[in-house]
C-alpha cells in the first residue's frame, strides 16, 4: 500500500473519532498538532470536566496485527507525554487539567467502525 493511502487511511481514523468526541460533548481544538518531529492527533476540551485532553487515534483495518491498542508502546507513550507537554509550553498553557485518551477505529467490512475510547490511557 501506498503512503499516501496509509496517510489517507489514517486521517479517515481521525475523522471517526473528532465525530466521536463531537458527539460525546467534546470540544475539537486542534487536529494534528506538530512540534519537530512529533504529532498529537487531536487536542480537545471535555466540556463535562473542562479537561484539555490529547488524543492519539489508532486505526486499524483488520486484526492481522492486532487490536489497535495494543500499537501504543512505551515508547510511543513516552513520545505522547513529551508532545503533550510542547503543545502546553507551545500555547502558554499552565495549571490546567490534562488527560491523555486512546481512541481505536476498526474498520470491519460489513459493519460500522468499531471505535473504542479509553480516558485517561497513558498515566
Not at 9 to 17: L, P, S, V, Y
Not at 35 to 61: C, M, P, Q, W
Not at 68 to 93: C, F, G, V, W
Request: with cysteine; charged share 30%; glycine share 4%.
Amino acid at each position: 500500500m501506498k503512503p499516501d493511502n496509509n496517510k489517507s487511511f489514517g486521517n479517515e481514523g481521525e475523522d471517526i473519532a473528532s465525530d466521536y468526541l463531537k458527539k460525546n460533548g467534546y470540544e475539537i481544538i486542534e487536529r494534528n498538532y506538530r512540534f519537530h518531529k512529533g504529532e498529537i492527533d487531536i487536542v480537545a476540551k471535555d466540556k463535562e470536566t473542562n479537561y484539555l485532553v490529547f488524543v492519539e487515534v489508532k486505526s486499524r483495518k483488520s486484526l492481522e496485527y492486532g487490536e489497535p491498542e495494543y500499537a501504543i508502546t512505551p515508547a510511543k507513550s513516552k513520545q505522547l507525554k513529551r508532545m503533550a507537554n510542547y503543545y502546553l509550553l507551545d500555547n502558554h498553557i499552565q495549571n490546567h487539567d490534562c488527560r491523555l485518551d486512546v481512541i481505536t477505529v476498526l474498520f470491519t467490512p460489513s459493519n460500522p467502525p468499531l471505535i473504542n475510547h479509553y480516558k485517561n490511557a497513558i498515566p
